[in-house]
């Protein structure tokens, strides 16, 4: 069988995916094997990458958001020239290995951001291609176009069945992404068979009624002219995204194709060896590629090494003529803050008014918006709740609209937690330094849940501005108020959980939150008014809990965070009109705590005192650092917040009765048991 260049390309990945996958025992070799034809017109004809330098600043971005296919996705790195060698794809899915499961952003060369979760990774295109737009309408000037690459998705029918991609296409149809090109894998397919039981809409129009520009391929099988000339038109247009319908078949080759058995095991050696004959390949021989298809690809890495180089010699070149933007953007890609930066975080002394922690953010935001080019605000409509916009700011629009234009820094997501924060993972991943930040209340932190767990996962800093952080909410009642949550960001891995107490606080979280460039940050505000309180800093915060308030001879630590910090000043004060002397902790950060010298930590929490906890939140978890706890252990209710304080006893009053319990109790035992922490 005589075969084109492109076939015997196209064929190669389609047995190399079989030959991975069953190497593996484990994985999908259906999406794979039904792919290759469309990954392959997007990798030898349209992809601008480096493989020599992964992060070369202007290059596409491609993301794999059916991420279950991603030996697909490997293989090409591979075959480009990636550090994925054949080894790695014989370690797919092994402990340790450069190619897991999933696509995971800093496990492999070349995987542009981590996905799996289905609907997430498309979501993280939006992102991806908001900043190109944003970075390009920032630095770009006539006859230095340094941003200008196209951002490439490959979606599945799960992928459009996932509520957070309805969220984030719509925003890409609105903000009209022209450099944002999606291919939908029709094949019609899913784990339960197929789509005729549960997907049986128009997507085409679907996204059409979003603002897409649509095309369909009616052969995306073999006819790679067809999506060649498909992707050339979506390139054309420039004021909408595209979505490219493809029709495929699942485990185009096998004996199983069509099927949804060909979807999540692996093909069965007598099928592998099948397919292999069809192809034209020694079915006897695995893990094979033709010395042509290597050549093939090593051209088109050719073309993507020399692009880097005609951009560095155009980025030389704008260094001359606009020195000032080239050294922030330097700075930038170097992954440095602006030069003492710190200075303009505000600092408070008591003498200050009592202020919501939500409108003290609000100061600091406004405050870091000159300082820090390139933070990024927005919020999923409650900007006047949130209080996360600075007055100043423009909006990230398309300037058709007249509400802004892509330069502006604050992005309207609506009513869309989930896609905000899949977004916010995009614009981090991009990598040139973004911080993106977004607002809601914090009890809807889980509506997007699982973007806020990717950018744990990815190590991505990315900036949660929750506000209305607890019962204090008030009349809104138990739908609105947070109980569990800050139980669960607590417990998520590479996640930092702030609930500043007052103003220095505030500004020393975000002191936190924007040095730690790996790793997302929660920061939980109050709605209701809070002192600044003696005792706090900036600085403070950098330790994660420090000794706001002492007493000689304490007999009692009293720790609590954000808005019931000042509630446990008031309970100190209680026992001390008792002869009862007390320390009072401040703990804005417990996971930066953790990590702090046992030295240190048990000089804050010492090992002979007794400790009650105070927040108005779970008190589930506090035991890792008190002996009792004052918070709550159901839903809250409708009604002012002072009267909800009340009614669940988070007051000084029962602060202070409860310590003197607890102080009774093992004064009578004869001991104080060690706490829960790893001293």
Same mark, same amino acid.
């Given at each position: ?54 992060? !070369? ?29 054949? *080894?790695?794809?014989?370690? !797919? ?9 999933? =696509? ?52 599945? *029918?799960?992928?459009?069945?996932? &509520? ?44 059409? /009624? ?8 009616? *052969? ?47 093909? %069965? ?20 590629? =033709? ?56 600092? !408070? ?11 003290? %953010? ?10 820090? =080019?390139?933070?990024?605000? &927005? ?27 892509? /330069? ?69 009642? =138990? ?16 996640? $930092? ?18 040095? @730690?460039?790996?790793?997302? %940050? ?71 705590? *953790? ?58 009053? @029962? ?19 060690? $706490?829960?922490?790893?001293?």
């Amino acid at each position: 069988m005589v075969q084109t260049i492109d076939q015997r390309a196209i064929n190669t990945v389609r047995v190399l995916a079989a030959d991975v996958v069953r190497g593996a025992n484990s994985g999908h070799p259906g999406a794979p094997m039904g792919c290759a034809p469309m990954a392959h017109v997007l990798f030898n004809k349209f992809i601008t990458v480096n493989p020599k330098n992964p992060k !070369f600043v202007n290059r596409d971005r491609f993301v794999l958001s059916n991420g279950h296919g991603c030996a697909l996705l490997y293989i090409y790195l591979h075959l480009l020239g990636f550090d994925v060698s054949m *080894d790695d794809l014989k370690q !797919f899915r092994q402990v340790g290995s450069k190619t897991p499961g999933h =696509p995971e952003a800093h496990d492999t060369p070349g995987v542009e951001v981590t996905t799996g979760p289905l609907g997430q990774g498309i979501s993280n295109a939006v992102g991806l291609a908001a900043a190109e737009a944003h970075l390009a309408a920032t630095y770009n000037r006539p006859g230095f176009e340094l941003f200008n690459n196209y951002t490439y998705t490959i979606v599945g *029918d799960g992928c459009l069945q996932e &509520g957070v991609a309805a969220e984030a296409v719509s925003l890409a149809g609105h903000w009209k992404l022209g450099k944002l090109i999606a291919l939908y894998d029709d094949n019609k397919i899913t784990i339960d068979g197929d789509t005729a039981v549960s997907f049986t809409e128009d997507v085409v129009e679907r996204f059409k /009624s979003y603002g897409w520009h649509t095309l369909t391929v009616a *052969d995306g099988d073999n006819d790679v002219d067809a999506l060649e000339k498909a992707i050339e038109e979506a390139k054309a247009v420039t004021d909408k995204p595209t979505i490219i319908k493809v029709k495929t078949t699942i485990g185009y080759g096998s004996l199983l194709q069509g099927e949804e058995k060909v979807h999540g095991a692996p093909l %069965s050696a007598d099928d592998i060896k099948q397919v292999k004959e069809k192809f034209g390949f020694n079915p006897d021989e695995q893990y094979v590629v =033709p010395k042509e298809v290597y050549e093939l690809y090593g051209a088109r890495a050719a073309h993507g090494a020399a692009a880097e180089a005609e951009w560095n010699a155009l980025f030389a070149k704008y260094s001359e003529a606009h020195p000032q933007e080239a050294a922030e953007l330097s700075r930038r890609l170097a992954g440095k803050l602006p030069e003492n930066w710190q200075a303009a975080l505000p600092r !408070f002394t008591p003498a200050d008014p009592a202020v919501a922690t939500r409108k003290l %953010s609000e100061g600091v935001l406004t405050a870091l918006a000159d300082a820090v =080019p390139e933070l990024l605000g &927005g919020s999923a409509d409650l900007t006047g709740s949130n209080l996360t916009r600075w007055k100043k700011a423009v909006d990230f629009q398309h300037p058709s609209t007249g509400l802004g234009d892509y /330069s502006g820094r604050y992005f309207r997501y609506g009513v869309r937690e989930h896609a905000m924060f899949a977004i916010m993972n995009g614009l981090a991943s991009y990598g040139v330094g973004i911080i993106p930040y977004a607002g809601t209340f914090l009890n809807f932190l889980t509506y997007g849940w699982g973007a806020a767990r990717l950018s744990a996962l990815s190590q991505l800093r990315v900036l949660y501005v929750m506000t209305h952080d607890s019962i204090g909410l008030g009349e809104d009642g =138990p739908t609105h108020q947070p109980i569990e949550t800050l139980t669960l960001t607590r417990a998520t891995p590479n996640m $930092l959980t702030f609930r500043p107490a007052d103003g220095n606080e505030v500004s020393g979280t975000y002191l936190v939150a924007l040095e @730690n460039a790996h790793r997302p %940050s929660v920061i939980a505000l109050s709605r209701q008014g809070l002192p600044q309180l003696e005792g706090s800093s900036i600085e403070a915060v950098t330790k994660g809990a420090y000794v706001l308030q002492d007493a000689e001879n304490a007999k009692v630590v009293l720790v609590a965070t954000g808005s019931e910090v000042s509630l446990a000043v008031e309970a100190a004060k209680l026992l001390a009109a008792e002869n009862i002397p007390a320390r009072v902790v401040s703990m804005p950060c417990s996971e930066l705590f *953790d990590e702090q010298p046992a030295e240190y930590r048990k000089s804050v929490l010492p090992a002979n005192l007794p400790a009650v906890s105070i927040e108005a939140l779970g008190a589930y978890s506090w035991q890792k650092y008190a002996h009792a706890q004052v918070g709550m252990t159901s839903f809250g209710a409708s009604g002012p917040a002072g009267q909800l304080y009340k009614k669940f006893g988070i007051t000084a009053e @029962n602060t202070a009765a409860k310590a003197k319990a607890v102080i009774a109790h093992y004064q009578q035992v004869g001991y104080v048991p060690e $706490l829960g922490i790893e001293f």
